[in-house]
């Protein structure tokens, strides 16, 4: 499986400030999602990240409050804008072991707070 | 809308238990069940289960999808205290659509 590193591991930011997230894999990989937990609930994909193309974001969520880069096959970033309490959650990135199987390996996550 | 169901939402055992967690779903389209777990931050992946592969075992972990029932059920043996954690089953619907939606999982916490 593939080794997934996210930076940074934990941060606290005031509100109205925004957190860029990254997320490194230490082989190509053709698509990377992002996640996210909120305190006490399971996960929810944020969008799913092609490299090359622009990301594809699930309902609820906008490119203007979670824009998402990834610049080549190795590595994306998620940035979390304008920031609220609400949005103090766990970010996840992941990514398929292999194109076409659904197994998905999870990053070690960013625990950010928002005061 | 896709939904995953997890039940119990939190378990209390004592070591040595053996504990069945379930996990059900309504789905347009289904291609396979995950099942993961949760310590701290990351989820770890545990088994995935298709039509072709409905029953998968590892260790004191076994897993076995009702295709018929829509659910799944993850069983623990011999349960330790290093099992404590949130464990969380997800579906992935047809091949070219590898979004997996979670359900809100199980806590389970065992006690020497």
């Known amino acids: 499986s593939a080794v997934i590193s996210q930076k940074p591991s934990r941060d606290i930011c005031q509100r109205g400030t925004s957190l860029t997230i990254q997320c490194q894999v230490d082989s190509q990989v053709t698509m990377m999602f992002w996640y996210r937990q909120q305190p006490g609930q399971s996960l929810t994909l944020i969008a799913t990240a092609n490299q090359g193309s622009e990301a594809t974001y699930e309902s609820g969520f906008v490119i203007d409050k979670f824009p998402i880069s990834r610049p080549n096959l190795t590595f994306s970033t998620l940035t979390v804008s304008n920031m609220s309490p609400e949005d103090s959650s766990i970010y996840l990135c992941?990514?398929?072991?292999?194109?076409?199987?659904?197994?998905?390996?999870f990053g070690p996550g960013t625990r950010l707070t928002v005061l | 809308e896709d939904k995953v169901v997890q039940s119990p939402l939190s378990l209390v055992v004592h070591e040595g238990d053996t504990v069945t967690l379930n996990c059900s779903y309504e789905?347009?389209?289904?291609?396979?069940l995950l099942w993961y777990k949760q310590e701290k931050k990351a989820p770890t992946f545990l088994f995935m289960l298709?039509?072709?592969?409905i029953e998968k075992k590892s260790g004191r972990l076994s897993s076995i999808l009702d295709k018929k029932e829509l659910s799944s059920i993850l069983n623990i043996t011999a349960t330790q205290t290093g099992d404590s954690a949130i464990y969380l089953c997800?579906?992935?619907?047809?091949?070219?659509?590898?979004?997996?939606?979670f359900g809100t999982g199980t806590r389970l916490t065992i006690i020497p």
């Open positions: 298709t039509s072709s592969g």
């Open positions: 789905v347009t389209n289904f291609r396979s």
């Open positions: 992941s990514v398929e072991r292999d194109r076409g199987y659904n197994e998905q390996f």
């Open positions: 997800a579906f992935s619907p047809n091949f070219g659509n590898e979004k997996l939606t």
